[in-house]
Antibody, heavy 119, light 113 residues
Framework: EVKLTQSGAEVKKPGESLKIACEGS????????ISWVRQMPGKGLEWMGR????????SYSPTFQGHVTISVDKSISTAFLQWSSLTASDTAMYYC????????????WGQGTLVSVSS | DIVMTQSPDSLAVSLGERATINCKSS????????????LAWYQQRPGQPPKLLIH???TRESGVPDRFSGSGSGTDFTLTISSLQAEDVAVYFC?????????FGQGTKVEIK
């Protein structure tokens, strides 16, 4: 069974750093891209970017370029999303999703990681 | 960036009745090399992650009930629920994957009348 398991909810203060994880199982991790999607409270879905686990090449949405870093460790079948300095506007649910190809739909999703940033 | 616009923002339909959601893209999603429309539909039930329903604009994902259907080409697309069931209460999103950044529609909330 294909599964994407995300790390648990986080409560942080503004200015703190954070790295959340997404572990893939039940499939060949390196053969599929991983995308990250943000959902702010009560809002829609925003595609943040995606990574190719084979060579760690990343494509970012211009909206998120420079604000987050997407990385991967294929030895542990895990993709990461990180911030160096959080702000209150980063409060959201973050989902990872598997992509079948360079230009394809998200066929499996993680359960989501809730990030709350408040002083 | 390609802008995806859904209509309506919400709709209330009686059980067993048809629900229709529209999605319009700011540029064509039809790739002439393979004659495919790079458009997907997702369902997000309350408190759940999104779930893929349809890709290539009209190909239903395995396990998705056949009351869900997708149609359209180019810039205009439709998701139809032929006979609304209680478990279909959710927000539905379209998304293009024609290029990056991929963008989603703003979502359509479907409720029971």
């Amino acid at each position: 069974e294909v599964k994407l398991t995300q790390s648990g909810a986080e409560v942080k203060k503004p200015g703190e750093s954070l790295k959340i994880a997404c572990e893939g199982s039940g499939y060949s991790f390196s053969n599929y891209y991983i995308s990250w999607v943000r959902q702010m409270p009560g809002k829609g879905l925003e595609w943040m970017g995606r990574i190719d686990p084979t060579d760690s090449e990343v494509s970012y949405s211009p909206t998120f370029q420079g604000h987050v870093t997407i990385s991967v460790d294929k030895s542990i079948s895990t993709a990461f999303l990180q911030w160096s300095s959080l702000t209150a506007s980063d409060t959201a649910m973050y989902y990872c999703a598997r992509d079948l190809g360079l230009y394809s739909e998200h066929d499996h999703w993680g359960q989501g990681t809730l990030v709350s940033v408040s002083s | 960036d390609i802008v995806m616009t859904q209509s309506p923002d919400s709709l209330a339909v009686s059980l067993g009745e048809r629900a229709t959601i529209n999605c319009k893209s700011s540029q064509s999603l039809l790739h002439t090399s393979n004659n495919k429309n790079y458009l997907a539909w997702y369902q997000q039930r309350p408190g759940q992650p999104p779930k893929l329903l349809i890709h290539w604009a009209s190909t239903r994902e395995s396990g998705v009930p056949d009351r869900f259907s997708g149609s359209g080409s180019g810039t205009d697309f439709t998701l139809t629920i032929s006979s609304l069931q209680a478990e279909d209460v959710a927000v539905y999103f379209c998304q293009h994957y024609y290029t990056t950044p991929r963008t989603f529609g703003q979502g359509t909330k479907v409720e029971i009348k």
